[in-house]
DNA sequence: GTGGTCTAGACCACA
DNA sequence: GTGGTCTAGACCACG
């Protein structure tokens, strides 16, 4: 697993670690099962405190994401959100109402976006297939 | 302007600002010369601290990409350039591609995910309609 | 609000804090909207640290029970559990098992268990209401 | 003898297994000279470490509860005060307090919350039951 | 003043 | 070795 840090983004630096955890989950680069990376070596790569990298996964362990088994490590749950129906809307209205907001500021026509939507839905699922298949 | 403030993403409120202000700015829809929105009544408007509005604007500024003239307010400096379209379309696809996998994660499956897309951006017209006829 | 730390319970000092947030909260002492206790103040009073408060706080946040606004302080939420019902079960199903196998070692029979539930749930729905007219 | 293991409950697993040992001494559940079952079955049945239990009969062992016979096991000593019935109550009251209170703040009625604790208090007779005949 | 993030480093529980 | 808890103290964002 690689992660790519930005330390100027404004973003903090756990959320980031986070972030790029549940995309590689969401695009199959990390399979359920499958161990993340141990606490205390990624802080070292990353040149970040343990803590970091622990309050990272302690959310991601909140979400449900991860499971993590003290003493032999952390991993990918299957992919069972605890959430209401409810609250999982309310969390995706506002990841896509920022979206049509940067259109809007882009000034990114209805046409064009909903495009890049369904093209990038389809990249999606492409690598979703594609990482599918090199696990074979 | 519109602007759209999350209050739980991790990214400082004024850093939002000015992203969206210098995505305006990017796109043309914000033009050399025009009036960015008072300190004070956009402050009101997003429920957020005058000093908050502030230290955007005076980040813009620092970057020279508005010009404050103290009485008159902020204004767009000259000299923005104007991104391509591709330019603009890559930074669109970091906001999409965000959205898509909260959807994964959240397990709502395409239709579901497409029809919430078009639903919200006919509400987000739905507002600029009623905001734009509320300024006539 | 009135705080019992016991730091040789082996129980995390943060979530014996959450607990008796939760605690207060479901009995009524502590009504939505009403602030907690402010992070440092308290972390004073108990002679523990910031982060430990913190971490308390941020977990409560997370489960839904307290609503924190940056700058402001932490707010109790109106009680709408964000889980789904099937992970509501299990974590209720979770304390009422610890407490039969805790019978179970008492020989505290079934009979005497259910009444003892029955009392205490008598018991719990008074408080609420003690809590409700002190506030009228 | 039953165990019943929570480990998210952040109360250490070694503390779990010797409360619930000294619970059942506490109520005459387990009498004097009676053996505790064997640490490596034990840990087995529960998977967890072997020095996990190890470590809870260790330290019943330092508090006086248990006497270590090496190479012959486990063995409840005398002396342990048998808890009178209010006393156990008191115990048992806690356990189920704190069942309360996650079921009010799961949102989870008094109807509901009974039947649940009646469900459970079945399927916990039913083990045992299974449990017992294993043993004829 | 509030809460949030991050660091550095200690000690504990568990495998 | 793993992850978890706690401390002490610095700096940031926000009101």
Redesign the interface.
């Known amino acids: 697993m690689l992660f790519q840090l930005n330390f100027h983004s404004?973003?903090?630096v756990y959320?980031q670690i986070a972030?790029q955890v549940?995309?590689a989950?969401?695009?199959g680069a990390l399979r359920t099962g499958e161990p993340l990376p141990g606490i205390r070596p990624l802080a070292e790569q990353l040149r970040v405190n343990r803590n970091t990298i622990a309050k990272a996964y302690a959310?991601l362990e909140?979400?449900g994401?991860i499971e993590t088994l003290p003493?032999k490590g952390c991993f990918l749950k299957a992919?069972?959100?605890?959430?209401?129906k409810s609250?999982?809307?309310d969390?995706?209205?506002?990841?896509?109402?920022?979206?049509?907001?940067?259109?809007?500021?882009?000034?990114?026509g209805?046409e064009d976006?909903?495009a890049?939507?369904?093209e990038?839905?389809a990249a999606?699922?492409q690598t979703r297939k594609a990482h599918a298949e090199a696990n074979e």
Chains 1, 2, 3, 4 share one sequence.
């Not at 992919?79 to 209401?84: A, D, I």
């Not at 995706?92 to 990114?108: G, N, R």
């Open positions: 404004g973003l903090p959320r972030d549940r995309a989950a969401a695009s959310d909140a979400q994401v003493g992919g069972n959100s605890l959430l209401k609250a999982r809307h969390l995706l209205t506002q990841e896509i109402d920022e979206a049509i907001v940067a259109a809007h500021h882009l000034q990114v209805k976006f909903l890049l939507v369904k990038r839905f999606f699922q």
